[in-house]
Every structure is written in structure tokens, then in C-alpha cells.
């Protein structure tokens, strides 16, 4: 069974400095991994996704994921913090279950962006 | 341009009431999520289906019901035997494939009051 697990429910940053959201997961497969945005009452914008090619995956907004299979991580990094970065990360896997790949969310992470 | 809709993106409805949260695609998607979002718990899955004529239940189903009749149209009911119905209502399609991600709706906000 897959499971994730986003280890800080709210994390606050200064404007310019690097961020950092960790996503543990738990998967019987190779999983596909995701990172998705979601700004207050909107729906939900893929970062980037990993598919089992490259480790180190790039996405838009110039946030960035580490796949680590022996850590069982997938954490989201970003260098410099902009004010529009703030809003809710969730992190998400995928694995063939139940006769489809279904998506499995973690709890989500609130980026704060300090002026 | 493709996406998804979801209508209406405020619902009220009085305790008791049955109420219908509709969600349609022009994605060609074959499957078809809905979630349910609460402050501080992620998205859970209440239903899903892969195809047209079948679905199955998620993680926390009682009290909800769906169908899916036609591929674009995937509604949710929400009904009075669900207890704490108040929730941001998110409906998710993708193709049923590995390493695919699912695209998402502007959700529905309801409030049973």
C-alpha cells in the first residue's frame, strides 16, 4: 500500500531565502512521485512529477525534487522564496492499486513568505 | 481549451438535503477522482472510476454516491446520511497510465448549514 507523509504541517521562509518542504512516502512499487501547489480556494497546479528517469527533477516556478529511494524522500527545494510562493504544497504518489494508479495525498504543507 | 469544470464553486444547502456537485471534463480522460479537502488532513479519495458504467469506492465513501454515465461527466452526491458534510469538494481526471498525473478542477466549497 502507498502512503505519504509531509513532515512539517507549516513552514515560514523570508522573501530571497532557499526553501525546503520534506515528503517521505511509502510504496510497494516503483511509484511515481508529484509535487502540486494549491493557492487558497483553487484548485490544484502540478510543480513537477518524477517517473523513475532522472533523480533530480526540475519544475516550473524553479522548484526543484530529489528522488532518494533509500531515504524513501522526495523533498521539494527551491533557492530563493518569492511573496507568490505561498500557499499549500501537497505531495503525492501514484502506484498501480486497486486496478488503476490511483494518486494518494499527503496532509500538506503551508509555506508562509515573510516580506 | 480543455480542462475541468467544476459548478457551482459555492453550494449552501440546509442540513438533511441531498445536494449534486457536478464535474465534467473535455480531457478524453478515462478515469475520473473525487476528493475531499479538509483543513489540515490533505485530499481524500471518495470515489473514483476508470470507465464509463463503473466506479468504486474510496477511503471515506459513506454517505456519498456517484455515476458515471457518459466519460465527460463524473457528478457526486452528497447526501444527508453524511455527517459532517461542510468541505472543499475536488474533482481530479487523468489517463489511465503510469507516470501520469491527474488535473484538477477550481473544487466546490460546501456548506451545510
Known amino acids: 500500500a502507498q502512503s505519504v507523509t509531509q513532515l512539517d504541517s507549516h513552514v515560514s521562509v523570508s522573501e530571497g531565502t532557499p526553501v525546503l518542504l520534506r515528503c517521505n512516502y511509502s510504496?510497494?512499487?516503483?511509484?511515481?512521485l508529484f509535487w502540486y501547489v494549491q493557492h487558497p480556494n483553487k484548485g490544484l497546479q502540478l510543480l513537477l512529477k518524477y517517473t523513475s528517469a532522472a533523480t533530480l527533477v526540475k519544475g516550473i516556478n524553479g522548484f526543484e525534487a530529489e528522488f532518494k529511494k533509500s531515504e524513501t524522500s522526495f523533498h521539494l527545494t527551491k533557492p530563493s522564496a518569492h511573496m507568490s510562493d505561498a500557499a499549500e504544497y501537497f505531495c503525492v504518489v501514484s502506484e498501480r492499486g486497486r486496478g488503476s494508479y490511483i494518486p494518494t495525498f499527503g496532509r500538506g504543507t503551508s509555506l508562509i513568505v515573510h516580506p | 481549451d480543455g480542462g475541468i469544470t467544476q459548478s457551482p464553486k459555492y453550494l449552501f444547502r440546509k442540513e438533511g438535503q441531498n445536494v449534486t456537485l457536478s464535474c465534467e471534463q473535455n480531457?478524453?480522460?478515462?478515469?475520473m477522482y473525487w476528493y475531499r479537502q479538509d483543513p489540515g488532513q490533505g485530499l481524500r479519495l471518495i470515489y473514483y472510476s476508470q470507465i464509463v458504467n463503473d466506479f468504486q469506492k474510496g477511503d471515506i465513501a459513506e454517505g456519498y454516491s456517484v455515476s458515471r454515465e457518459k466519460k465527460e461527466s463524473f457528478p457526486l452526491t452528497v447526501t444527508s446520511a453524511q455527517k459532517n458534510p461542510t468541505a472543499f469538494y475536488l474533482c481530479a481526471s487523468s489517463i489511465r497510465q503510469e507516470g501520469v498525473e491527474a488535473f484538477f478542477g477550481q473544487g466546490t466549497r460546501l456548506t451545510v448549514v
Open positions: 510504496s510497494s512499487y516503483s511509484p511515481s
Open positions: 480531457l478524453n480522460h478515462d478515469a
